[in-house]
Structures are given as structure tokens and as C-alpha cells.
């Protein structure tokens, strides 16, 4: 049986072992943990139970990462996609005024959506057609949205009639502690401490607790507190409320952060085949979004793959044994999740901003001495934290890359599907300016 599942594993032309694997799937386990306190905080201003949530979150994660180890082979683990959490909490429920059952309706149809694209071989075409940069501005983009998120919820930048935003009051507690956590959790980052995160967002908690900035009393939990959220999604009410446009977004971002995560992660262990190729790139995506329509049946925003996988890889994982062992963790501590519902937003708010900052280190692959490239990813990156909105990013990049693409008078040159999608892009613009 062993020896069965190490040549489905492949370990011997990975050059991996049972124990190098486990301990890798732990890694990436303990950097990505914070994924369990931040993803329900963000979902908890949706209007959505904190616990139910947050059990959520730690079945999704289980769920998605055994299957991409399972069924891809991959040394990748899933959990609910920070910025689709953005997205699904401010721009669908607070922005637009929709219930947070039907945009979970929403992330129904879009993992729909995705297996749809997957078997029809759409998705792999999109992955082929999008330019590079426009990747990498998306990512560096959500990162300043979540950064700005994060620092808001700190308190340390607040609304300004006269200048939007201002600096907030640092000499309030909330706000000190949150930078204590900040502070923390860069130190710990600093210092290449795997868990940085956790550790930062356990003692800011704790902090606050010992200073008594967080009042809280332990609630008696059960695993059944999951049904507070579970097949909640109403999907009836999901096709009343711009629905193509939100299931676009979803489709759209959750797509740049998976083959993000896939071009990273694969690039640094090895996994791409001699043509430069993603091998099983099918299943890939298969497991991508089933792991989203669970999500949504569960209770919490898309599911994605997670760059924090390259810490397992990093640790010597080559084989979707690693991907099995983080989400075999993540089940593990289901039961007892959801009593740490005590975590204030000074000790998750640094959490966002760190995130957001490393989530900038895509800007970089951004070419920014060719203006055709780096004008429609500047207008995507700064786009999305300036409007609070994905969408209106990933709409303004595609449609300024389009018509660049032609003044350079390289329209042959540019797939045919930029167009497309810049068209209903443009399409959108025009739909919302007649809405208002």
C-alpha cells in the first residue's frame, strides 16, 4: 500500500520522502494559518457568524487542499482567497447592498461557472490570452486594498471630508495595540519566523486581553454551530443582483490568483514540464472549483490556492502529500476554532496590512519602462484600493491595454480575447453610468 501511493505520488522522480512531506504540509499549515482569524473577520462585516465562519474556513481549507494533493498532486493548499473575501464582504454585500446569502448564491454559480470553463477548456484559453503584467497588477492591487482595509480597521488612517483619507488618533489603545501587532508580526517576519502571523495575531490578542481592550465572553461551541452558515446560499436571489458581473469578478480574480499561485509555487519546486507547461492543469482547476462550490454550500467566499504553499516547498514538499497533510491540519483543528472568537480587529487589522505588503512584490514583474505594459497595470493597481472595487481595476486594465495595443498598432499582435473582454468591459462602464 505504501509503496502504492509513493509511485501515485511520484516521490522517486520528485526526489521526496513520507517525512520530508509531512514536515513540509506542516510548514505551509503554520504560515497560512491566519487565514482561520482573518477570513472571518472580513466575512463578520458581511454580517455573517463570526464561529459559523470560521468553522467554515477550516473545512474549506481541508476540503479544497486534500483534493488538490489528492487529485492534482499538487504541493498546494487551498483556503478562502484573501481579496475575493474583500470583494464578497465591501464591494458585493456593503457596497451593493446584497444580502450575504445571495452572494454566497453568487459564489455558487461561479464555482459552477468554473467547472463549466474548466471541461470546455475556456479557462486554460484565458490563462494563455492575458497578458503577464495585468497578473501582476491585479495581485499588487488587492494588496493595497486589503492593506487599506487593514488600516482603516486599525484606526491608524480614518475618513476626511477634506483630503478622503487622514491619519487617525495613534494615541488611541485599540489603535497602539494594533500597532504592537504590526510592529510584531514584521519583527517575526523579519527574522524568518514561519508562523509570524499567527504568533503576531495570538499575542496581539493576548495583549489586548492583558490590557483590557477585548471583552469577550468563551461561548459553549459546537461543530453544529457550522449550520448557522451551511446551505444558507440563496441562489434564487443571486440572479436578481448583477449577478454576470459578479461572478465575472469572481471568475476573474480567482483565476489570476490560482495561476499566480501555480506559476510561483510550480517555478520554485520544479513542476513544469520542458515545454514551460503546467502539467495536469485540468485537474488543477477542477479541484480549484469544486473546492469553491463547497465553499459556497459551507458558508464563506471563493476558494483559491494559496501563495503561502511556497513555504511548504521551500521546506522540501514536491508531492501532493504536502497539500494532504496541510488540509489534514486544518480538519484537525475544526472542532476548536471558532473559541478563539475573542481576536479583536487590532489583532487582525495588522494581519491585512502585512498581507498587503507582500502581496506588492508582484508590482515588480511589472514592466514599467514600457508604457503599453505599465499604464494599463498602473490604472489596475491603483484602480482597485481607490474605487474599493476589483472589478472597476480589472475593467479599467483590460480596456486601456486593448486600445494601447491598437494606437501601437499591434493588434494582430495582442490575443483576440483581450478584446473581447475589454469590450464587455466597456460594456459594464457604460451599463453602470446609465444605472446612476
Known amino acids: 500500500m505504501i509503496r502504492t501511493l509513493e509511485r501515485y505520488f511520484q516521490f522517486e522522480s520528485l526526489r521526496t520522502g513520507w517525512r520530508t512531506e509531512i514536515l513540509a504540509?506542516?510548514?505551509?499549515?503554520?504560515?497560512?494559518?491566519?487565514?482561520?482569524?482573518?477570513?472571518?473577520?472580513?466575512?463578520?462585516?458581511?454580517?455573517?457568524?463570526?464561529?459559523?465562519?470560521?468553522?467554515?474556513?477550516?473545512?474549506?481549507a481541508a476540503f479544497g487542499s486534500i483534493l488538490m494533493g489528492a487529485f492534482a498532486r499538487y504541493p498546494i493548499a487551498l483556503a478562502?482567497?484573501?481579496?475575493?473575501?474583500?470583494?464578497?464582504?465591501?464591494?458585493?454585500?456593503?457596497?451593493?447592498?446584497?444580502?450575504?446569502?445571495?452572494?454566497?448564491?453568487?459564489?455558487?454559480?461561479?464555482?459552477i461557472a468554473f467547472l463549466l470553463?474548466?471541461?470546455?477548456?475556456?479557462?486554460?484559453?484565458?490563462?494563455?490570452?492575458?497578458?503577464?503584467?495585468?497578473?501582476?497588477?491585479?495581485?499588487?492591487?488587492?494588496?493595497?486594498?486589503?492593506?487599506?482595509?487593514?488600516?482603516?480597521?486599525?484606526?491608524?488612517?480614518?475618513?476626511?471630508?477634506?483630503t478622503?483619507?487622514?491619519?487617525?488618533?495613534?494615541?488611541?489603545?485599540?489603535?497602539?495595540?494594533?500597532?504592537?501587532?504590526?510592529?510584531?508580526?514584521?519583527?517575526?517576519?523579519?527574522r524568518g519566523v514561519r508562523a509570524a502571523m499567527l504568533i503576531g495575531i495570538l499575542a496581539t490578542t493576548l495583549a489586548g486581553i492583558a490590557l483590557?481592550?477585548?471583552?469577550?465572553?468563551?461561548?459553549?461551541?459546537?461543530?453544529?454551530?457550522?449550520?448557522?452558515?451551511?446551505?444558507?446560499?440563496?441562489?434564487?436571489?443571486?440572479w436578481k443582483f448583477g449577478f454576470l458581473e459578479i461572478v465575472a469578478v469572481f471568475l476573474f480574480v480567482d483565476l489570476f490568483d490560482n495561476i499566480g499561485t501555480l506559476v510561483g509555487v510550480g517555478k520554485k519546486a520544479g513542476l513544469f514540464d520542458q515545454h514551460n507547461r503546467i502539467p495536469r492543469i485540468r485537474r488543477i482547476l477542477f479541484a480549484d472549483a469544486t473546492a469553491t462550490i463547497a465553499g459556497s454550500f459551507a458558508g464563506t467566499s471563493t476558494v483559491t490556492s494559496y501563495i503561502e504553499s511556497a513555504a511548504g516547498v521551500v521546506a522540501g514538499g514536491r508531492s501532493g502529500v504536502t497539500a494532504i497533510v496541510t488540509g489534514?491540519?486544518?480538519?484537525?483543528?475544526?472542532?476548536?476554532?471558532?473559541?478563539?472568537?475573542?481576536?479583536?480587529?487590532?489583532?487582525?487589522?495588522?494581519?491585512l496590512i502585512v498581507v498587503g505588503s507582500l502581496m506588492m512584490s508582484e508590482a515588480g514583474s511589472i514592466p514599467w519602462k514600457n508604457p503599453?505594459?505599465?499604464?494599463?497595470?498602473?490604472?489596475?493597481?491603483?484602480?482597485?484600493?481607490?474605487?474599493?472595487?476589483?472589478?472597476?481595476?480589472?475593467?479599467?486594465?483590460?480596456?486601456?491595454?486593448a486600445l494601447l495595443s491598437i494606437a501601437r498598432g499591434e493588434f494582430r499582435r495582442t490575443h483576440w480575447l483581450v478584446y473581447v473582454l475589454a469590450a464587455l468591459f466597456i460594456a459594464r462602464f457604460y451599463y453602470l453610468a446609465r444605472a446612476l
Open 212 to 238: 483590557g481592550l477585548v471583552h469577550w465572553s468563551p461561548e459553549p461551541y459546537r461543530i453544529s454551530d457550522i449550520a448557522a452558515t451551511a446551505g444558507k446560499l440563496d441562489i434564487r436571489a443571486a
Open 164 to 190: 478622503l483619507v487622514a491619519l487617525g488618533n495613534l494615541r488611541d489603545p485599540n489603535t497602539l495595540l494594533a500597532l504592537f501587532g504590526l510592529l510584531l508580526m514584521s519583527a517575526l517576519l523579519a
Open 372 to 401: 503599453g505594459a505599465a499604464i494599463p497595470a498602473f490604472l489596475t493597481l491603483i484602480a482597485i484600493p481607490l474605487t474599493f472595487s476589483i472589478a472597476n481595476g480589472l475593467a479599467f486594465g483590460f480596456t486601456a491595454y
Open 25 to 60: 504540509g506542516a510548514t505551509t499549515f503554520v504560515t497560512m494559518a491566519y487565514i482561520v482569524f482573518v477570513n472571518p473577520s472580513i466575512l463578520r462585516d458581511a454580517g455573517m457568524p463570526f464561529k459559523a465562519v470560521m468553522a467554515a474556513t477550516c473545512f474549506c
Open 80 to 111: 478562502p482567497g484573501m481579496g475575493l473575501n474583500a470583494y464578497f464582504a465591501y464591494t458585493v454585500v456593503k457596497g451593493m447592498g446584497i444580502a450575504w446569502q445571495a452572494a454566497l448564491g453568487a459564489v455558487f454559480f461561479s464555482g
Open 117 to 162: 470553463l474548466t471541461f470546455l477548456g475556456v479557462r486554460q484559453l484565458i490563462v494563455e490570452a492575458i497578458p503577464g503584467e495585468l497578473y501582476s497588477a491585479v495581485a499588487a492591487g488587492i494588496g493595497l486594498f486589503i492593506a487599506m482595509i487593514g488600516l482603516r480597521n486599525s484606526g491608524i488612517i480614518v475618513a476626511s471630508r477634506d
Open 328 to 351: 489534514v491540519l486544518f480538519l484537525a483543528i475544526l472542532p476548536v476554532a471558532p473559541l478563539v472568537g475573542a481576536i479583536p480587529a487590532a489583532a487582525t487589522a495588522p494581519a
